[in-house]
Protein backbone atom coordinates (compact mmCIF):
# COMPACT_ATOMS: atom_id res chain seq x y z
CA UNK A 1 0.00 0.00 0.00
CA UNK A 2 1.41 3.41 -1.04
CA UNK A 3 0.09 7.10 0.46
CA UNK A 4 0.85 10.10 -1.23
CA UNK A 5 1.27 13.57 0.28
CA UNK A 6 2.27 17.54 -1.37
CA UNK A 7 5.28 19.00 0.14
CA UNK A 8 4.50 22.49 1.49
CA UNK A 9 0.96 24.49 1.83
CA UNK A 10 1.47 27.43 -0.11
CA UNK A 11 -0.92 26.45 -3.59
CA UNK A 12 -4.34 25.85 -3.78
CA UNK A 13 -4.53 22.63 -4.30
CA UNK A 14 -4.76 18.75 -2.70
CA UNK A 15 -4.41 15.18 -3.09
CA UNK A 16 -7.40 13.00 -2.56
CA UNK A 17 -7.24 9.33 -2.63
CA UNK A 18 -9.50 8.24 -4.79
CA UNK A 19 -8.93 4.55 -4.66
CA UNK A 20 -6.22 2.02 -4.17
CA UNK A 21 -2.70 3.64 -4.60
CA UNK A 22 -4.25 6.09 -7.01
CA UNK A 23 -4.98 9.95 -6.24
CA UNK A 24 -6.23 13.00 -7.61
CA UNK A 25 -4.51 16.32 -7.35
CA UNK A 26 -7.22 19.10 -7.51
CA UNK A 27 -7.95 22.92 -6.91
CA UNK A 28 -8.87 23.59 -2.99
CA UNK A 29 -9.61 27.22 -3.98
CA UNK A 30 -9.91 29.86 -7.02
CA UNK A 31 -6.37 29.55 -9.06
CA UNK A 32 -5.50 32.92 -10.54
CA UNK A 33 -3.24 33.55 -13.33
CA UNK A 34 -2.70 36.92 -12.46
CA UNK A 35 -1.39 36.23 -8.78
CA UNK A 36 0.86 32.73 -9.06
CA UNK A 37 1.15 32.10 -12.95
CA UNK A 38 2.50 28.40 -12.24
CA UNK A 39 3.01 26.17 -9.03
CA UNK A 40 6.18 24.08 -8.43
CA UNK A 41 4.24 20.81 -6.73
CA UNK A 42 6.38 18.20 -5.32
CA UNK A 43 3.91 14.61 -4.54
CA UNK A 44 6.05 12.19 -1.99
CA UNK A 45 4.39 8.73 -2.16
CA UNK A 46 5.89 6.51 0.84
CA UNK A 47 5.15 2.96 1.00
CA UNK A 48 4.32 0.88 4.35
CA UNK A 49 7.36 -2.08 3.97
CA UNK A 50 10.00 -1.94 6.52
CA UNK A 51 12.24 -0.13 6.52
CA UNK A 52 9.63 2.78 4.79
CA UNK A 53 10.58 4.08 1.02
CA UNK A 54 9.51 7.14 -0.52
CA UNK A 55 9.95 8.50 -3.79
CA UNK A 56 8.87 12.37 -5.43
CA UNK A 57 7.91 13.76 -8.01
CA UNK A 58 7.94 17.73 -8.69
CA UNK A 59 5.04 18.81 -11.49
CA UNK A 60 5.18 22.04 -12.46
CA UNK A 61 1.21 23.27 -13.21
CA UNK A 62 1.19 26.29 -15.11
CA UNK A 63 -2.12 28.22 -15.23
CA UNK A 64 -3.61 29.14 -18.30
CA UNK A 65 -5.35 32.82 -18.97
CA UNK A 66 -8.98 33.62 -19.29
CA UNK A 67 -10.37 36.78 -19.84
CA UNK A 68 -11.32 37.75 -16.50
CA UNK A 69 -9.78 41.39 -16.31
CA UNK A 70 -11.58 44.23 -18.27
CA UNK A 71 -9.20 46.89 -19.49
CA UNK A 72 -8.46 50.20 -16.91
CA UNK A 73 -7.36 53.50 -18.60
CA UNK A 74 -4.35 55.17 -16.73
CA UNK A 75 -5.72 57.81 -16.21
CA UNK A 76 -9.55 58.43 -15.00
CA UNK A 77 -10.45 61.40 -16.94
CA UNK A 78 -9.22 62.90 -19.57
CA UNK A 79 -9.25 66.71 -20.57
CA UNK A 80 -8.34 68.03 -24.07
CA UNK A 81 -7.56 71.88 -24.84
CA UNK A 82 -7.45 71.90 -28.37
CA UNK A 83 -6.15 75.75 -30.20
CA UNK A 84 -9.32 77.30 -32.58
CA UNK A 85 -8.17 77.04 -36.34
CA UNK A 86 -5.91 73.93 -35.99
CA UNK A 87 -5.38 71.86 -39.43
CA UNK A 88 -7.44 68.84 -39.67
CA UNK A 89 -5.91 65.30 -38.28
CA UNK A 90 -3.82 67.25 -35.56
CA UNK A 91 -3.39 64.83 -32.87
CA UNK A 92 -4.84 66.12 -29.78
CA UNK A 93 -4.70 63.87 -26.93
CA UNK A 94 -3.81 60.05 -26.37
CA UNK A 95 -5.29 57.32 -24.28
CA UNK A 96 -4.01 54.68 -22.69
CA UNK A 97 -5.03 51.53 -21.28
CA UNK A 98 -3.85 48.37 -19.43
CA UNK A 99 -4.96 44.67 -18.88
CA UNK A 100 -3.82 42.30 -16.74
CA UNK A 101 -4.76 39.43 -19.00
CA UNK A 102 -2.02 37.73 -21.65
CA UNK A 103 -1.97 37.72 -25.19
CA UNK A 104 -5.27 37.75 -27.28
CA UNK A 105 -6.90 38.76 -23.52
CA UNK A 106 -4.66 41.48 -22.78
CA UNK A 107 -5.73 42.92 -26.59
CA UNK A 108 -6.85 46.18 -26.57
CA UNK A 109 -9.16 48.06 -29.41
CA UNK A 110 -9.55 52.27 -28.70
CA UNK A 111 -12.93 53.51 -30.20
CA UNK A 112 -15.18 56.27 -29.79
CA UNK A 113 -18.98 55.45 -28.65
CA UNK A 114 -21.86 57.99 -28.98
CA UNK A 115 -24.76 57.94 -27.19
CA UNK A 116 -28.15 58.92 -28.33
CA UNK A 117 -28.43 62.21 -26.70
CA UNK A 118 -25.81 63.93 -28.57
CA UNK A 119 -27.35 66.24 -31.08
CA UNK A 120 -24.07 65.84 -32.89
CA UNK A 121 -22.00 62.83 -32.97
CA UNK A 122 -18.45 62.85 -31.51
CA UNK A 123 -17.41 61.23 -33.90
CA UNK A 124 -18.14 63.63 -36.49
CA UNK A 125 -15.35 65.70 -34.73
CA UNK A 126 -12.30 63.38 -33.44
CA UNK A 127 -11.50 60.07 -34.50
CA UNK A 128 -9.22 57.27 -32.43
CA UNK A 129 -6.46 55.33 -34.29
CA UNK A 130 -7.79 52.02 -32.81
CA UNK A 131 -4.55 50.32 -31.99
CA UNK A 132 -2.45 53.70 -30.51
CA UNK A 133 -4.81 55.36 -29.03
CA UNK A 134 -4.38 58.82 -30.22
CA UNK A 135 -6.99 61.06 -31.21
CA UNK A 136 -6.80 62.95 -33.80
CA UNK A 137 -9.20 66.34 -34.64
CA UNK A 138 -11.44 65.50 -37.78
CA UNK A 139 -11.86 69.60 -38.61
CA UNK A 140 -10.61 72.56 -37.92
CA UNK A 141 -12.70 74.15 -34.35
CA UNK A 142 -13.89 77.56 -34.58
CA UNK A 143 -13.94 78.97 -30.75
CA UNK A 144 -16.97 81.62 -32.71
CA UNK A 145 -19.05 78.52 -33.99
Known amino acids: EVSCH?????????????SNSFYKLVTDATLDRE??????ITVTARDKGSPPLTTSKTIL???????DNPPVFDQTAYFIYVPEN????????????SDLDLDE???ITYS????NTEKVQASSHISIN????????????????
Open 35 to 40: KYPEYN
Open 6 to 18: LQGKDFPLKLISS
Open 130 to 145: SQTGIIYAQHSFDYEQ
Open 61 to 67: LQISDIN
Open 86 to 97: SPPGISVCSVKA
Open 112 to 115: ILSN
Open 105 to 107: NAR
